[in-house]
């Protein structure tokens, strides 16, 4: 970086906070998160007294340095990005020079003044009010080793997945995973797919130029049908996901996904909102040719489906990972697209279209 600030009024004590790690010896996730959190609030009181820093400006640095602190609690991994992202942000107003940081993390300082802080999730919230909806599905009687290739859950509706845990290239009907009430395990299990660890460890996340943040793979998933990962947020209801849908303005970020199964007569919505709650997952942006698709998956219960990630072909190592937002495009209501795919019409999908 050369756009560093070189007035020393007391600076070395936060650069020195924020470049070294919190100390090894500390003896649980709470001490380092009771660390890293006051080492972030002497920054947001240093800015606050030395920088002229706007009130908004600052509430965006508390919020990510309780986010970060919070999700440190959760998953260490994530919560190093959101660490990086807060000292990637004040790096980009030039105030410390941070030389632990990678430079792709420093590129994502681009955009963001764009970030919506939100607390790291692992699955989906659901409120449910509907007593059916609580109904858990039976397991299967297979023991612990079984691999469950051909268990009672896994043809209830044809085969699932093949022995390499891919998707079943011509799966068209419902997927019911073993569930809890099931006693074959994780680990010899080969009808689990979306219970397995996801490839958050395989992605980075990164500035994708005009389209805000986006998600880059590490190394090359060669397998179409290869499980990546799952949706999560808060679960609303269609009332509030219009609701908080009429709230967004329309240079904002939405991370509000309705998911539509088409069964017979009838249309089973899901409302999920990763905004506030959210995984990584919540960075995948739009393409008109992507290399993901959605597959819902039941596993304890029938609604909401889990809303996994497949790939739909071969990606290769730094290819963004991409899904289709949808269908409706309306020139009017439509953003503008910069999937910058060949097949790309211009406009994003119209998400909430009805
Ligand atoms: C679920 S978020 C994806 C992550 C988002 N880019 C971020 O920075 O947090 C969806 C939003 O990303 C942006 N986006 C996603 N795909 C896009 C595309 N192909 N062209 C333009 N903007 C896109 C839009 O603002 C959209 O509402």
């Given at each position: ?11 070395a ?8 790690q ?55 991994n ?14 980009y ?16 300082a ?5 970030k ?12 449910s ?16 080793e ?24 011509n ?18 299990c080969?009808?689990r ?11 980075t ?39 908080r ?12 996904l ?12 899901t ?8 995984n ?8 008109c ?27 290769q ?15 009017k ?20 279209a009805?």
């Open positions: 970086m050369s756009n560093i600030d070189h007035d020393d009024d007391g600076l004590a936060y650069r020195h906070a924020l470049t070294t919190a100390p090894e010896n500390s003896s649980s996730k709470q001490d380092k998160r009771t660390e890293l959190r006051s080492r972030f609030l002497n920054v947001l009181e240093y800015l606050q007294k030395n920088k002229n820093i706007s009130p908004i400006e600052l509430d965006f640095h508390r919020e990510s340095s309780l986010t970060a602190t919070h999700c440190l609690s959760i998953d260490s994530f919560s190093q990005i959101l660490v990086q992202d807060l000292q990637t942000y004040i790096i107003h030039s105030i410390v020079m941070i030389t632990t940081i990678e430079q792709q993390t420093i590129t994502a681009a955009t963001l003044s764009d919506t802080p939100f607390v790291y999730i692992d699955s989906c919230l659901i409120q009010t509907n007593e059916e909806d609580d109904e858990q599905y039976e397991g299967c009687s297979c023991s612990i079984d691999t469950c290739l051909n268990c009672s859950c896994a043809t209830r509706f044809g085969l699932n997945y093949d022995p390499t845990h891919c998707l079943n290239p799966k068209s009907t419902p997927i019911f995973e073993c569930n809890s009430e099931c006693k074959c395990s994780l680990e010899t080969h009808n797919v979306s219970q397995q660890e996801d490839q958050s460890n395989n992605v996340i990164l500035s994708a130029s005009n389209k805000g943040y986006g998600v880059i793979v590490n190394k090359q998933i060669p397998r179409s049908g290869t499980y990546i990962g799952e949706y999560v947020g808060e679960v609303v209801s269609e009332n509030e996901a219009h609701r849908i009429a709230l967004t303005k329309t240079f904002e970020h939405n991370y509000l309705l998911y539509n199964e088409h069964h017979l007569q009838t249309i089973t919505k409302f999920i909102d990763a905004r506030y709650y959210g990584w997952t919540r960075f995948i942006n739009h393409s040719d992507p290399n993901l698709h959605i597959v819902p998956i039941r596993v304890d219960r029938p609604t909401p489906p889990r809303l996994a990630f497949f790939t739909r072909r071969e990606i190592p730094n290819e963004e990972l991409s899904y289709s937002y949808g269908t409706i495009v309306d020139e209501l439509s953003k503008p697209c910069f999937c910058s795919s060949s097949e790309c019409t211009g406009f994003m999908p119209y998400q909430l009805d």
